[in-house]
Nanobody, 123 residues
Framework: VQLQASGGGLVQAGGSLRLSCAASGRTFSNYGMGWFRQALGKEREFVASISWSGGRSYYADSVKGRFTISRDNAKNTVYLQMNSLKPEDTAVYYC?????????????????WGQGTQVTVSS
């Protein structure tokens, strides 16, 4: 499956962005989906994941209550709504697909990765 992330940009602290990740090539609903991020000089970290149907979602503690992951299987797209953004949210955000219905929180559990989209939050 091919993944194309978009929606990143520059936003002031307290603002919002919505990231999108469009999938193609395979049956999208067969995959659990996740978002990860990597800040400059740091390791990539888990942000959020969502099950194949959208019925279950999981979040890193650092974004819980501010970010919402969702998916539209009819559009082969997963979203990450990011509200109340903080400078520490600045990173390249990656979407990923896992060949399981309920995806894990670790990178190794994912099979396909998008190219990443830059999110910069200014203070």
């Amino acid at each position: 499956v091919q993944l194309q992330a978009s929606g990143g940009g520059l936003v002031q602290a307290g603002g919002s962005l919505r990231l999108s990740c469009a999938a193609s090539g395979r049956t999208f609903s067969n995959y659990g989906m996740g978002w990860f991020r990597q800040a400059l000089g740091k390791e990539r970290e888990f942000v959020a994941s969502i099950s194949w149907s959208g019925g279950r979602s999981y979040y890193a503690d650092s974004v819980k209550g501010r970010f919402t992951i969702s998916r539209d299987n009819a559009k082969n797209t997963v979203y990450l709504q990011m509200n109340s953004l903080k400078p520490e949210d600045t990173a390249v955000y990656y979407c990923a697909a896992a060949k399981v219905l309920f995806p894990p929180k670790i990178e190794d559990g994912y099979d396909y990765w998008g190219q990443g989209t830059q999110v910069t939050v200014s203070s």
